[in-house]
């Protein structure tokens, strides 16, 4: 019986050693910030995701990417949480709202109800929502106009198609993604009022294999571009399209948000629709330090405000003259010569 | 005094506990090995469920759930049944409560009652279909469950989609102000959290629990059936009403979950791409709890705690909430497979002890 006790008292002992030994490691990031601060003051800035993501590639990934720039470039203290339920997102905005940070960040649609709550509740914190257009005093909505930069993608796929069949692939049928939908339709009606439509939602942002079978059905029936705007969903849609070319056949995909031609290669990605939320999350933070925040307004990022557009890489695959079209269109969209739908 | 040493000496008490220390040990070697500071990160999980009134509120808010689907799968373990369906359950339940919240207008307290019966008996039915399948045709409760779930989640869309839709959103319209079950001074007192009367509600359910499994004839045929189907029917008991019978609380049980987290919680009933989970972390707080209600009540709170806590993990050591998903699978994982403990138990006892069964 001693010696086990013994035993016991030696375990306890390394663990305790093991774990006290850790934590006098840690370390002291940040500080190494290579600008000056904007009205001399650091602030700390907070971030909530969907229930995706902050490594997704897309959406959330190119929010983080906006406060970390911050951070680098004014040493703001920045910070973020992923929710993994619906009933964690409350207590993920307050933790920063009520733990003093100086702007809470909501990036994702859903959650403009719990920002709008959350905000009435707390009438001194600042916070800031992507994809939403509601009106609070003391939150900065950003809404892209999605339609703009898809439409442009929409005349590359019009005129690029050879079968005459193109595809969309979305994740919920929600508004932003509607949008998507109507810009892309609209530009291939523009160029080629021919081609026919085919347009698919998935119902999820998440899955893989949903987005790898919408793009199989839609190739099978002899779509050659597709595009996504589904998040996670896409990367089934590029694999699918991956297999395809590894074959001989000649399929494209256009990616969306960021440039995804970086992360599944040139030979599938035609090109990609961005929506820049980096530049988005950055300015309207620094805006707060300068004084100029723009609570209780709806800033809209369309193409005239470089919020949306299509990817520079895009000259790799896309023909000159096809490019110089999408310039035209671009200029008309820009004079409000075209307006585009929602829906 | 003798009671209380021979439970500390059985192995149903020490083998959850056990498993409990074991988890956060291993959790926090996976941290070391991450490169994160695993005191700091138990520290700050505990401070975010303790931290401040607004925290132990939304602490509680997120207990409740997890007790109630502990309990809804415990019920059907005790008659040796599986509910796997209590994801479908819950989505029933919502729906049942968010037409009556949304649709009637009645006064009050009346509303919400009516709500919550509504909820549990759309569950309750959900259920009993299940049970329904298994005993006329013969199919298995685990597949007709799993199916059950999608095909709620569906039927969910559509409803909302063509009776209930906010226009713009991915959600349902919200409930009227009469049903809502929220409790507005105990909230304030909480700074804000969401408490509702579910949570009453979920004392009293524990304690029927315990009373319906060992007071009364339909709890005492439950658990016959329990222990075995076939001496239970020879004894003369309808094994086939009994599984419908069960199935229908267990599911009842479900929808309540949903009804709470409608009514109480957010309000409206969002068009998710996925059910929301609790159901099979419910299977989790029955198996640590070994189906008992004081266990269910323990592990339930367990989760919860550490789920919430999660966050603030996240939040002051960087370390991400997967971690504590992880530490839960490794409790569970030996909650689940007592011989090693046993095996450890045996190690600190001077004399072998004979298993209990």
Partial sequence: MKKRINLMLVFVLMVSMALTACGAKKTEEGGAATG????????????????????????????WEGLQKLKADFGYDVKYLEPKQDSDVDPSLNQFVKGGYDLTWATAFTLDDAVT???????????????????????????????????????????????????????????????????????????????????????????????????????????????????????????????????????????????????????????????????????????????????????????????????????????????????????????????IPEK | MNNVRKLLRSDSIWIPVLSIIIGILIGAIVMLAGGYN???AYQSLIEKIFGSPYDIGETLRQIVPLILSGLAVAVAFRGGMFNIGVEGQIVMGSLGALMVGNMLDLPPILHGIVAILVGALFGGIWGSLVAIFKVKRGLNEVISCI????????????????????????????????????????????????????????????????YYLNRTKWGYELRAVGYNKHAAEYAGMNVSSIAIRTFFISGAIGGLIGTFEILGVFKYMAIAPNTSGIGFDGIAVALLGMNTSVGVLLSGTLFGALYYGAQGMSFGADV??????????????????????????????????????
């Fill in chain 2, 147 to 210: 199916m059950l779930n999608w095909i709620a989640l569906y039927i969910s869309h559509i409803v909302i989609k063509t009776f209930m839709a906010e226009m713009g959103t991915s959600r349902s319209q919200p409930i009227h102000d009469s049903a809502s079950i929220q409790i507005a001074w105990l909230s304030d007192l909480f700074g804000g959290a969401r408490i509702h009367w579910g949570f009453f509600i979920v004392i009293f359910m524990l304690i029927g629990y315990y």
């Fill in chain 1, 117 to 339: 709550r959350i905000a009435k509740e707390n009438p001194n914190a600042k916070l800031g929502i992507i994809d939403s257009s509601i009106e609070v005093p003391n939150v900065a909505a950003v809404s892209f106009k999605e339609q703009e930069g898809s439409y442009l993608v929409g005349v590359i796929a019009g005129l690029m198609t050879k079968t005459n069949k193109i595809g969309f692939v979305g994740g919920m049928e929600i508004p932003p993604i509607q949008r998507f939908s109507a810009g892309f339709r609209e530009g291939i009606k523009a160029v080629n009022p021919d081609a026919k439509y085919i347009e698919n939602y998935t119902g999820q942002f998440t899955r893989a294999d949903m987005g790898k079978s919408a793009a199989a059905t839609m190739y099978n029936d002899g779509v050659d571009i597709i595009f996504h705007a589904s998040g996670l969903t896409g990367n089934g849609v590029f694999n699918e399209a991956k297999e395809r070319v590894a074959k001989g056949e000649k399929v494209w995909v256009i990616g969306v948000d960021k440039d995804q031609s970086l992360t599944f290669g040139d030979e599938v990605t035609l090109t990609s629709m961005i929506k820049k939320v980096d530049v988005a999350v950055y300015e309207i933070s620094k805006q707060l330090a300068e004084g100029k925040f723009p609570g209780g307004k709806v800033t809209q990022m369309g193409l005239k405000e470089d919020g949306v557009g299509i990817a520079d890489t895009s000259s790799k695959n896309v023909p000159a003259d096809v490019l110089k079209k999408v310039e035209e269109y671009k200029t008309k969209i820009i004079n409000g010569e075209i307006k």
């Fill in chain 2, 320 to 357: 991400p909430p997967e971690v504590i998903r992880m530490v839960i699978s490794i409790i569970i994982f030996f909650a689940a497979a007592p011989a090693a403990i046993r095996m450890f138990l045996k190690m600190f006892r001077r004399k072998p002890k004979r298993e209990e069964g």
């Fill in chain 1, 36 to 63: 000056e601060a904007p009205g001399g003051k650091k602030l700390k800035v907070g971030m909530v995701t969907d229930l995706g993501s902050v490594n997704d590639k897309s959406f959330n990934q190119n929010a």
């Fill in chain 2, 38 to 40: 695993p005191i700091l």
